[in-house]
Every structure is written in C-alpha cells, then in structure tokens.
C-alpha cells in the first residue's frame, strides 16, 4: 500500500489493539448479560458490530476518509473488482456444494455461522441484517485486511496471504468446531472470499473495495438463505 493511503503508526495500534476486544472482551461481557436473561442473542450480536463500528469511526475516521478517494478516483476499476470478485465467490461456493456432496453426501448441511445468522435473523430481522450486510463488513475489513493483512504485507506478501486466510476462515468457525468438530469442515468456505477479499484491496489500494465486496456477499447470501428457509 502507498504510505500516503495506508495506516499511520497510531492507526495500525488502534486497529490491533482491537483484536482481542472483537474476538474475545466484548463477546464474553454481552454474553455473561445474553445468560443473566439481560440482553437476547440477536441484540448482543449486534452490540458487538455496532461497537466495532462506532470504534472505528472514532480511531479510524481519518483513514476511512484517505481510503475513499483513490476508490472515488478509479471507481469502474473498483467496481469491475468488486463485480469479478463477486462472481469468482459464485463459483467457488459451487465448487463447495460439490465437495460436500462428496464428504457428506448432501448439499444441505449447512454452515452452522449462516445457520444461526438466520435463526436470529427471523426474531430480529432488520437488527440481523444490519448487523451483518453494514456493521460486520466494515469493522472485519478493518481489523483483517487494513489490519493484519496490510501489516504483515509490508514483511511477507505470501505470509500475508497465508495469515489472512488462516485467520478469517478460523473466526467464522471456531466456536462451532470447539462444539462439534466436523463443523472444522468449513473453514475451507471461508478460503476464496478471505484471499479474494485481500485481493480487492491490493489491486484497487482502498479499503472501501474489500468493504462493498463483503457488503454485496453479506447482502445476497442473507436474501438467498432467507428464501431457501421460506420454501
């Protein structure tokens, strides 16, 4: 990334910091209220995305402003990234349903993460969907792509690609795996939308690419799963 578009020193800390507050502070403290019966399931979701966001905002503005103008300044190439990008998710996400078919012998076991993005979905639907179509892309982009990705790029491009993947695809994952290992499965979903998601913001050097990219995925999988649900 060009230094006049990437973080400043104050802006890789803050960004860092926040790690383990995402992956572990917040989510632990709004589910000792979800089990106290003070917070449900969706709200504690949400709070934890809706904190993220206001988060970076606040410490990130600034870099969130930068990393508009050069999307503005080539916005048919960010596009046309974001389009291919989105058709590539296509493609591997079939080439998924044909793996599993193999290993389970049906196409219908699903992802326990989308699974339960539905379930609370269906109690709270706009909190759900506002949660995962603009909270959750902005604040994940944020931490994996300007964060580790950038950061580990300026040492190992490879490395940075290797850790990008490993980190993203193990997040939407873990907590279910830790309850029933076969859910370990998915990772291999998570593996071309974390590669192409970083590859969104080198080729385009904006991190609001990445950001619409995962809207627009967010977007179409909750529509298609919430109709597949409705049948």
Sequence with gaps: MTEENGLTK????????????????LPLLLGFFYKKGSLDE???????????????FIALGRFLRREFD???DSILRCVLQIGGSYLAVLAFNSLF??????????????????????????????????????????????????GLFATVREKSRTLAHILNILAFSVYHVWSYALLEPRYA???????????????????????????????????????????????
């Design 97 to 146: 349903a044909v793996l599993l078919m193999l290993v389970t012998g049906s196409p219908e076991v699903g992802n326990p993460n989308n699974d339960q993005i539905i379930d609370l979905a269906e109690k709270s639907p706009g909190m759900i969907k506002a949660m995962g179509i603009f909270l959750a892309p902005i604040v994940e982009e944020l931490l994996f792509r300007a």
């Design 70 to 72: 050069p999307f503005c």
């Design 185 to 231: 499965f998915y990772l291999i979903q998570y593996i071309p939308v974390s590669w192409l998601l970083a590859r969104c913001y080198e080729k385009t050097r904006s991190i609001w690419t990445p950001i619409f990219l995962h809207m627009v995925i967010n977007a179409v999988s909750m529509a298609a799963m919430e109709g597949m649900r409705s049948l």
């Design 10 to 25: 104050k802006e890789r800390f803050a960004l860092l910091i926040y790690f383990p507050v995402h992956l572990l502070a």
């Design 42 to 56: 969706s709200l504690a979701n949400f709070l934890v995305y809706a904190a993220g966001t206001l988060y970076m």
